[in-house]
């Protein structure tokens, strides 16, 4: 039984591909002056590597995207030399270049278990300070996911993705009728008059159950998540993998490649997303696309020709949807055209977006200097 409430058509946008965070060393502990006492170094503040976090849940978890290290324990009778403050780790995900607020690279992690340094706490107080501590460094920093390309092309195998990146771009992919002939990312680039350029990775072949890793499973659909938008590519006729897996519908292929993506990280279907319908050239192109966009139109109708455990938690609504032949070239310059238009105004998006955060971050802080401050926190 399948319960059509919980399906609405989603809205795209809330994609995270970088945060800007502030990060606080601790600040040092006090010397003690009579006995030569020396205050413990305030912690640092790390940004470390990890397994299933994304940025996304980053901000969500930390909505004030504010890290502070502790501070240094002072001196005293009965500890001479005080503890140092306790470190703050960020979990941050693989593949995230971290660089300062105007740009300059901190680092890159790599492989979980990579650590960057970006705030170092303060020195404790001692003999040299004249027993005084010093506080931490302050800044904020930008956490960056590392994308490959502008497009990443999702699509069952056979649906003629190589064939359109060649099409599209100056790339010559491999291109064979079966299945699997892509086996790593292909990198395309598209051209313009103004020669404005957008790259669109041609990603491997993604089948039903790949997000339980089968076929090329995880391999695909890890480069999927380093692209800004997603282009959806079915054939028009629909699709069968081999001759013992059932046939599949342009319509139903949209929607499982929907589901797969949502089985993987549901994150991934907030990228825009744009859906082209290739092979226009073959017989009865036209008329199998009126009817693909009639139930598109009202996809929850339509569901119940997919596998219950298969049907999206909600539709995907695509920015555009555009008919293509990578054979003959028809629709071509007008899905160029989209494709541009999308990214751009998603960029005006983002710039709107980073504009309103900075404005915010300015307010908040002369809300802070205007405040008289306390007295300081007692050093744990
Ligand atoms: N008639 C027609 N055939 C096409 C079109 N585009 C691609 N094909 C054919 O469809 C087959 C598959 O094309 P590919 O470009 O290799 O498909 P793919 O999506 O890259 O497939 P994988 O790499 O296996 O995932 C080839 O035989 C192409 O010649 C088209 O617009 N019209
Ligand atoms: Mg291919």
Same mark, same amino acid.
């Given at each position: 039984?399948?319960h059509f409430?919980?399906?609405?058509?989603r809205?795209?946008?809330?994609?995270?591909?970088?945060?800007?965070?502030?990060?606080?060393?601790g600040?040092?502990?006090m010397?003690?002056?009579?006995?030569?006492?020396?205050g413990?170094d305030?912690?640092?503040?790390?940004?470390?590597?990890t397994?299933?976090?994304?940025?996304?849940?980053?901000k969500?978890?930390?909505?004030?995207k504010?890290f502070v290290?502790?501070?240094?324990?002072?001196?005293s009778i009965?500890?001479?030399?005080?503890?140092?403050?306790?470190d703050?780790?960020?979990l941050?995900p693989?593949?995230?270049?971290?660089?300062?607020?105007d740009?300059?690279?901190?680092g890159e992690?790599n @492989?979980?278990?990579?650590?960057?340094?970006? @705030?170092?706490?303060?020195s404790g107080?001692s003999?040299?300070?004249a027993?005084?501590?010093?506080?931490?460094?302050?800044?904020?920093?930008?956490l960056?996911?590392?994308?490959?390309?502008?497009?990443?092309l999702?699509?069952?195998?056979?649906a003629?993705?190589?064939?359109?990146?060649t099409t599209?771009?100056?790339a010559?992919?491999?291109i064979a009728s079966?299945?699997?002939?892509?086996?790593?990312?292909?990198?395309?680039?598209?051209?313009?008059?103004?020669?404005?350029q957008?790259?669109?990775?041609d990603?491997?072949?993604?089948?039903?159950?790949?997000?339980?890793?089968?076929?090329?499973?995880?391999?695909?659909?890890?480069?999927?998540?380093?692209?800004?938008?997603?282009?959806f590519?079915v054939?028009v006729?629909?699709?069968?993998?081999?001759?013992?897996?059932?046939?599949?519908?342009?319509f139903e292929?949209?929607?499982?490649?929907?589901?797969e993506?949502?089985?993987?990280?549901?994150e991934l279907?907030?990228k825009?997303?744009?859906?082209?319908?290739?092979?226009?050239?073959?017989?009865?192109?036209?008329?199998?696309?009126a009817?693909?966009?009639?139930?598109?139109?009202?996809?929850e109708?339509?569901?119940e020709?997919?596998?219950?455990?298969?049907?999206?938690?909600s539709?995907?609504?695509?920015r555009?949807v555009?008919?293509?032949?990578?054979l003959t070239?028809?629709?071509?310059?007008d899905?160029?055209?989209?494709i541009?238009?999308?990214?751009?105004q998603e960029?005006?998006a983002?710039?709107?977006?980073?504009?309103?955060?900075?404005?915010?971050?300015?307010r908040?802080?002369?809300?802070?200097r205007?405040?008289?401050?306390g007295?300081?926190?007692?050093?744990?």
């Amino acid at each position: 039984m399948v319960h059509f409430s919980r399906i609405c058509l989603r809205k795209y946008g809330n994609l995270v591909d970088n945060l800007r965070l502030y990060v606080r060393g601790g600040s040092g502990g006090m010397g003690f002056p009579r006995l030569g006492g020396q205050g413990g170094d305030g912690g640092d503040v790390w940004v470390v590597a990890t397994k299933d976090i994304t940025l996304k849940r980053i901000k969500n978890k930390y909505p004030e995207k504010r890290f502070v290290a502790g501070v240094g324990a002072n001196s005293s009778i009965r500890a001479l030399k005080g503890m140092k403050g306790e470190d703050k780790e960020i979990l941050a995900p693989v593949g995230i270049t971290v660089t300062t607020d105007d740009g300059k690279l901190i680092g890159e992690l790599n @492989a979980v278990g990579d650590r960057i340094k970006v @705030a170092t706490g303060g020195s404790g107080g001692s003999f040299h300070s004249a027993f005084q501590p010093s506080k931490g460094q302050t800044k904020h920093v930008r956490l960056d996911l590392k994308l490959i390309a502008d497009l990443g092309l999702v699509g069952f195998p056979n649906a003629g993705k190589s064939s359109l990146l060649t099409t599209l771009s100056n790339a010559t992919p491999q291109i064979a009728s079966y299945a699997f002939t892509t086996l790593r990312p292909e990198i395309g680039k598209l051209m313009y008059e103004d020669y404005k350029q957008i790259s669109v990775a041609d990603l491997p072949g993604l089948i039903e159950g790949a997000h339980m890793n089968k076929g090329m499973g995880h391999k695909f659909l890890k480069h999927v998540e380093r692209t800004k938008q997603l282009l959806f590519v079915v054939d028009v006729s629909g699709f069968q993998l081999a001759s013992k897996t059932p046939f599949r519908s342009a319509f139903e292929a949209v929607q499982l490649l929907t589901k797969e993506l949502e089985l993987y990280r549901e994150e991934l279907l907030t990228k825009p997303a744009l859906l082209v319908v290739n092979k226009m050239d073959l017989p009865d192109a036209e008329d199998r696309l009126a009817e693909l966009k009639e139930q598109l139109h009202n996809p929850e109708e339509f569901s119940e020709l997919l596998p219950d455990d298969m049907i999206p938690k909600s539709f995907l609504s695509f920015r555009h949807v555009v008919p293509v032949s990578a054979l003959t070239g028809f629709g071509i310059s007008d899905l160029k055209s989209r494709i541009r238009e999308s990214l751009e105004q998603e960029a005006l998006a983002e710039a709107k977006g980073n504009h309103e955060e900075k404005l915010q971050a300015l307010r908040s802080h002369s809300l802070e200097r205007s405040t008289p401050p306390g007295p300081n926190p007692a050093p744990q």
